[in-house]
Structure formats: C-alpha cells, structure tokens
C-alpha cells in the first residue's frame, strides 16, 4: 500500500531460522537497496529509520478477503491462492470468462482494475492468462499484463522455475543440477524428473501450460441470477438506492418467469467507490415474484440496521443477486377490491424476517412425547435447509390441539395454560392414591367439586435413568368452577408414602 510521501520506507518482517528477516517490502524500501529475505540488522545499516512491522497472517488474510469480495464487481469466480506453496503472501485469482466485454475487453477491464486498486492505496501485480498456472507465474516473475490467447506455454518458458508454486526447497534441488528456468524442464524426459523431484513438479508444469485443468474455487458461490447497474456519478442519497433497487427488482422477474421460478434468498450488494462492499440479505417464507415486494423487503432491512447505511463517497455499482430460487406455483390473483399481494400471513412472516431475522420468526410444533412441558417446541416458519432446499412447516395456521387433548365425548382433556414450571401446593386427599379434597395454592385455599383421574403419565424409558417420575394427573373444578390440572408424584419411582404435589396448569 502507499503511504505517506514523507513517511520512511515500510518493511515486514518475520522470524525465519532464528533470525528476523524481511518478508516484504514496498517501493521506497527497494530504491533504498533493502531485499526480501534480508536480515533486520542488515536492512537498518542501510535505512536507519526503517519502519518495521511483524507478520500478521490474520490481519493479511482479512485484507485479502474484502479485496476479494469487492474483486466481484468484475466477477463472481473470485478465489484466494489455495495452495501457495512458494510464497507466504497469499494472491487472488479471478476468471473473467464472458465478463471481460463489460468493461470494454480484457486491456479495459486489466486497467480498471489496476487504476481502482491504485486509488485504494494498493499496488497491484496483474497477469491475465489462459490458465491459472500462467497468470501466477507472469505476475510475479515477468513483467507481462496480458499474454495472448495461445501463447502462454511459451511466454513463461524462460521465467523461474519459483513461478510453478513449488517449495522452495525443491527449486533449490532442481538450481543445483542446472535447472532455473521453467524453459529447462519443459522438454526434458518426465519419468526421471518425476521419479528424483516428485509427481508434484509434473503437476505443476502441466497446470500453467495447460496440460492438466486446474479449476479454482470461488469464496462466495455463485447466485442463480443476476442483475446490476453501474454509475458514473456515484448515489448516496437512500431515496436512490431505493429506486435503484426497486428497478433491479423489476429486471429479474422476467429472467424468474422463465425459469418458472421465486425468489427465496435475495442479496443486495453495493460497491462503494473507497472499495467497501456493503451486503444486504433477505429471505422469504414462499417463493416470490413480485418486485413491489423484493424492494419493501430490502427497506425493511435497511431500515432494521443498528448503524445507517454508510454511503461514505457513494456507491458506484449495485447488484442484486438471486442467491437460492424454488419452483413457483402460480395461483389465482385475488379478484376482490381491497386485497393485494402485499398482505396476509407470508407477506408479514416477510417483513418481519427482513427487519429481524427470518430464523426469528417461529411458531409452535407438536413433539413426539407424553411429557406435557415437552410435548411442542419452536422452529421457523419457513427457512432455507443445509442443502439450500426450501423446507416450511406444513400450513400455516395456528397450532392444532393433539389427537388425544379432546375427548370423544368432546371434553378438553388437555388444559390451555400450561406454567412453565409446576407449582407447588399443598393438598388433602381422603386416600393416598384418590384425588385431592382440599389444596391450597398461591396462598388461597379451595375446596373440590368434582375432580378426574388419575391420569398415569411416565417419561420415556430411555429418560428414567436420569432421575424421571411417574406423575399421576387429575382434572379438578372447584365450587366457583375454575378448573385446575395437577399432579402428584406416582409411588413407582419414588421410595416415599406422602408424594407431592404441583399445581401444572389451568383450564378455561
């Protein structure tokens, strides 16, 4: 990066056998006379006033991540250097294929890149090649910016052989036998090669000169569909990005009814002109089609930041990406006056997702136990799953009472307050096992009209290793007729002869 003009020269350095040595370098360092691998000592004789930094992996990694996410506005097939062999700072590498007629060819988009990261602060290496391979190579160890289509093979013939990404190690193996150049292994017999230096040399040289596909893999997968706009002055208002958005919308519908698709993950990418990437997120609970909504969707999450949208110089580029689509089924519009797609149960599940979370939107599901505190839990009411296929709970009304809360005879058996934990009370029963005569519970005392049960429910078996009971529950009404639901501890279970009992819940 650039810094100050008056600022001393800025060297990295890191501990490499036992001494501290320089791992990178900028410009007015190198005019200075201080190279990479030069001991700190050595450096200082040369430039007193040296500016020193540790390594930082992380921090550099970091760095190289949000270059990467705002590389995307070139294209979407962005990926780190994964296997970097050579060398300890990582580079990028980005397939272009069809993007490059966008910014006026390949020398168009090479100088937009570099001209935009040079505003940044950064300065670039940059390399468009056939292969991966190639482009790593040339970059670091020649001094091309594009090489022609065809022409790669023998445009890194006379580079260093440290341009194949292999171990230092095995390029100093293969310099003591004479070979420096990628040039001086390429016509040689493989079999000997392979059989002193490894398969791994092999590989390499076939990768940057096309013999073997290298394939490499994007940091963020690829959306389904696509759409942006750029500009030459940059937005900063919210209104305009509002109307922005509200257009982009507009463009992907058509793409969407082709497909017979909705729209289920939407995301709003806004690429600020300092080279902040700003991502904005929304998920629905159906597949939607309609960009009335996909715009009110992304107000509402704009509107549900903890911090405003930072604008910052402005945005200069804004992509809406269909992250994850399903199959729509279309259905009859609503014919009566007063009634639009923007209303009703999944359009609020919608809103409410976008302002605060779709996963935080739940509703109540039955579960497979006796044990009335463990019978339903919660989940969302619609989400994506692992695999990105849509999963949503089955309809969407309100939690069904279970087959066995009604009796046959059409007696609620099953109360509709249900405390969290159960309360206890003080009872007099006429016999151990029969139900309560008198309780006492919160502090008032009631006297039973007329109670039912025992009702004997148990935890499942693979529960009563952990300290589980039998409860054994009645239904009870007092003489005001409020109705109670309340249990005792079963004798099974328990070595006592006075159980106690808790108060667990209220009928209507």
Request: hydrophobic share 45%.
């Amino acid at each position: 990066m650039d810094a100050h003009p008056d600022a001393p020269p800025v060297v990295v350095t890191d501990t490499v056998k036992n001494a501290i040595r320089i791992i990178a370098l900028d410009q007015r360092a190198r005019d200075n006379g201080v190279r990479l691998n030069q001991s700190l000592s050595d450096a200082r004789a040369l430039v007193p006033d040296l500016d020193c930094h540790p390594a930082d992996d992380a921090r550099n990694k970091a760095l190289l991540l949000k270059i990467a996410g705002w590389c995307e506005r070139y294209t979407p097939l962005v990926a780190l250097d994964a296997a970097p062999e050579a060398e300890r700072n990582h580079g990028l590498f980005m397939d272009i294929t069809g993007c490059a007629h966008l910014l006026g060819g390949e020398a168009g988009l090479i100088s937009d890149l570099e001209v935009r990261l040079r505003a940044q602060g950064f300065h670039a290496r940059l390399c468009l090649a056939d292969t991966p391979g190639a482009a790593w190579a040339m970059a670091r160890y020649g001094q091309a910016r594009i090489i022609a289509e065809g022409a790669h093979a023998e445009a890194i013939l006379p580079l260093s052989l440290s341009g194949l990404r292999l171990p230092p190690a095995m390029v100093a193996s293969l310099g003591r036998v004479g070979l420096k150049t990628i040039g001086c292994i390429a016509g040689l017999p493989r079999a000997p090669l392979a059989a002193r230096f490894g398969a791994r040399l092999m590989q390499r040289l076939d990768q940057a000169l096309g013999g073997e596909t290298e394939a490499i893999s994007p940091i963020m997968p690829v959306a389904e569909l696509s759409t942006e706009r750029r500009f030459a002055e940059p937005l900063t208002h919210q209104d305009e990005i509002s109307h922005v958005t509200a257009a982009l919308a507009e463009g992907i519908i058509e793409p969407l009814e082709r497909r017979g698709l909705g729209l289920r993950h939407g995301r709003l990418k806004l690429f600020r002109v300092d080279g902040h990437v700003s991502e904005l997120d929304v998920q629905t609970a159906r597949p939607l089609r309609d960009a009335k909504l996909i715009r009110r969707l992304f107000a509402e999450r704009i509107a549900g930041l903890h911090d405003d949208l930072d604008a910052g110089f402005g945005f200069d580029l804004i992509r809406l990406d269909v992250a994850h689509a399903d199959p729509f089924d279309a259905a009859q519009a609503e014919m009566m006056a007063g009634h639009s797609a923007d209303q009703g149960h999944d359009a609020l599940v919608d809103r409410l997702g976008a302002r605060l979370g779709l996963e935080r939107v739940q509703r109540f599901v039955l579960a497979d136990t006796h044990i009335p505190e463990r019978s339903f839990g919660r989940q969302p009411v619609a989400h994506l799953g692992v695999n990105g296929s849509a999963k949503q709970a089955a309809g969407n009304a309100a939690l069904a009472l279970p087959p066995e809360t009604e009796h046959p005879g059409g007696i609620i058996t099953r109360p509709l307050i249900l405390f969290d934990r159960p309360e206890l009370m003080q009872t007099i029963a006429e016999v151990p096992d029969g139900p309560p005569l008198k309780f006492r519970w919160r502090g008032v005392a009631y006297e039973v009209a007329g109670s039912e049960g025992p009702e004997r429910i148990a935890c499942e078996w693979w529960r009563d290793g952990r300290g589980a009971r039998t409860r054994d529950y009645f239904r009870v009404e007092d003489r005001q007729g409020y109705r109670f639901w309340m249990f005792r501890h079963g004798l099974y279970g328990r070595e006592t002869s006075d159980p106690a009992w808790y108060m667990h819940g209220l009928f209507a």
